[in-house]
């Protein structure tokens, strides 16, 4: 078979090394990014419109959202139809648009592939229900009840409530880790891994550059079925969720499975990124040892609030074990975003862009959610509008996800010009026309402006993307430093989380880049404002 595409793919800049080796991110949850049906719902054609405001920003990859065929119970992570683009996404005609558009900018676009589970509207899943004999019936995780009738042991879903669901035609249950309208696969089955292998295949032969693999960590459950033990009061939310659903989420076996992967992206040139959600950064790493996955997301990081011991906790074991593999999220679909997480308003939107420029320096692939560009916070949703199925399913929970969801602000336009219709998902009562597009482009202070300078001058540091080798600053180990900071190649990079305060440098050095203007080089002295982060470049 080929592996040629029928199109061209932009070229590889450096062919010593691959082409994501220091590749910059662009999350795109499509529901929320453009419009441009009326109908209140993103679609790609809604991506293509705004290929140039991404090119503008200067990142070197596009991460689409599901929008494969899907009923929408979980926005398109119910996959219906793993091998097309959904008609109301705008088809097959609108993904080889946008793959066109990007690859004429010399920007990488990576799908979303979701391997643990279907739609229980999938063709695999409707033959599966039609009896113990179908074709697909092994394609899921089926068993028996428990002795009392009910289901085969204690593991919860995700998304509330238990992880199995009876049939009772058969009288087996199905497992689902999310909601019973997503039935798990059966990875232990040949046959599901020959499937997924071929729609990989498929769409690297339509040009895609990438995967982002969603939940990486959760295609293998425990062979003997045990029941979990409870979390301790002790247990940080990543320790708990580790032990909760251990039942199904990173059994050892697991990493393994994308070694076949491998080998197939490696032939389209193209990167598998694994959404792995484990809290240990060693046990993240066993994606990435030779031969599995090219990156894995450390999503702890996601969870910090704007404290220096606490990101320093993240960052610096996540640089030691992941060898400049490790991908860095400023914010996810699935997360606050940075700017809430880190206080909200003006002051969130600053440490986030100094948070950015902090990740952004790290060996591997920093990663921003589409809004991110924009000093955007969580939207304000309220519950009577919500749409996320954790909050929707779940009166008692309050961990619901709409907030990061909300959509894209690009004008002072009705609906700030995401939709002509009603949008799907509240536009969030705490935006303004300071949080568009089309007003911040005119501002040369203002987060987009700053974050593009930013990416340009990042683009520019050969002695610091050169290598993967970080040494951390003498500073960081004071017990009351607000200082972050770290020397790559030839940059020093300093990140303040509190008040104003001066850093001594190893030698004269010049700032090549800030998050704001409170920084400035005299010699070997950083003059660094509160909530800043800069980078210095050293004489050889």
């Known amino acids: 078979m080929s592996t040629a595409p029928s199109h061209s793919r932009p ?17 795109v949850y499509v529901r929320s990014f453009a419009d441009t049906t009326g109908n209140g719902i993103g ?60 690859h004429d900018h010399g920007i990488r676009l990576l799908m979303d592939i979701v391997p643990g589970h279907t739609s229980d509207q999938h063709a695999w899943f409707r033959d599966a229900l039609t009896g113990p004999d179908a074709h697909h019936r092994d394609f899921y995780v089926w068993r028996d009840p428990a002795p009392d009738g009910g289901p085969p042991n204690n593991w919860e ?55 982002r693999v969603d939940v990486a960590q959760g295609m293998l ?24 659903f251990s039942g199904y989420m990173g059994r050892p076996e697991t990493p393994e499975l994308y070694r076949s992967w491998r080998a197939i992206a490696d032939d389209y040139d193209a ?52 060898h400049g593999q490790f991908a860095w999220p400023q914010s996810s ?73 909300t959509p894209m602000p690009w004008n002072d336009t009705p609906n700030f010009g995401f939709t002509s ?22 501002e040369p202070d203002s987060p987009l402006h700053r974050m593009r300078r930013f990416l340009a001058t990042r683009s520019t540091l050969a002695g610091m993307l050169a290598t993967d080798e970080v040494t951390w600053l003498a500073t960081d180990d004071e017990p009351t430093s607000t200082l972050l900071g770290l020397r790559r190649g030839d940059v020093v990079v300093v990140c303040n989380f509190g008040a104003a305060t001066t850093v001594d440098l190893p030698g004269d050095g010049e700032l090549v880049a800030a998050s704001s203007d409170d920084a400035e080089v005299d010699g070997a002295r950083l003059e660094l404002g509160t909530d800043t982060t800069a980078l210095v470049r050293m004489p050889g």
């Open 11 to 27: 070229a590889r800049p450096d062919h010593a090394q691959p082409w994501y080796r220091n590749a910059v991110g662009y999350q």
């Open 43 to 102: 679609d790609v054609w809604g991506v293509l419109d705004h290929v140039e405001h991404i090119a503008t920003l200067g990142v070197d990859f596009v991460w689409l959202n599901p929008v494969y065929p899907s009923p929408g119970l979980d926005h398109g992570y119910d996959v219906a139809d793993y091998t097309t683009i959904a008609d109301d996404m705008g088809g097959m005609e609108a993904f080889t648009a946008l793959r066109d558009a990007l």
């Open 157 to 211: 879903s995700i998304f509330g409530g238990p992880a199995w669901t009876l049939d009772e035609a058969s009288g087996q249950y199905f497992m689902h880790r999310f909601l019973p309208e997503q039935p798990d696969l059966n990875w232990r089955n040949p046959a599901v891994r020959t499937a997924m292998e071929q729609v990989l295949r498929q769409w690297f032969e339509r040009g895609i550059d990438g995967f």
């Open 221 to 244: 459950a425990d062979p003997d079925w045990a029941d979990t033990a409870d979390p301790t009061p002790d247990m940080t939310r990543d320790e708990a969720n580790d032990l909760r």
């Open 271 to 322: 990167l598998l990124l694994g959404e792995v959600y484990l809290s240990s950064p060693e046990l993240v790493a066993t994606y990435i040892e030779p031969g599995l996955l090219h990156r894995a997301f450390f999503l702890p990081l996601q969870h910090t609030d704007w404290d220096r011991d606490e990101v320093a906790a993240m960052i610096r074991p996540g640089v030691d074990v992941g």
């Open 333 to 405: 679909h699935d997360d606050p975003r940075a700017g809430s997480r880190f206080g909200g308003g003006a002051v969130g939107a600053r440490r986030a862009l100094a948070f950015f420029h902090l990740i952004a320096c790290l060996p591997g692939t920093p990663v921003m959610l589409a809004g991110d560009e924009l000093g955007l916070d969580n939207g304000t949703v309220p519950r009577t509008d919500a749409e996320d199925p954790v909050t929707v399913r779940n009166a008692d929970r309050d961990d619901g996800r709409d907030g990061s969801r």
């Open 421 to 442: 219709g009603t949008p799907w998902l509240p536009l969030g009562s705490n935006r303004g026309p300071g949080d568009t597009v089309e007003v911040q482009s005119r």
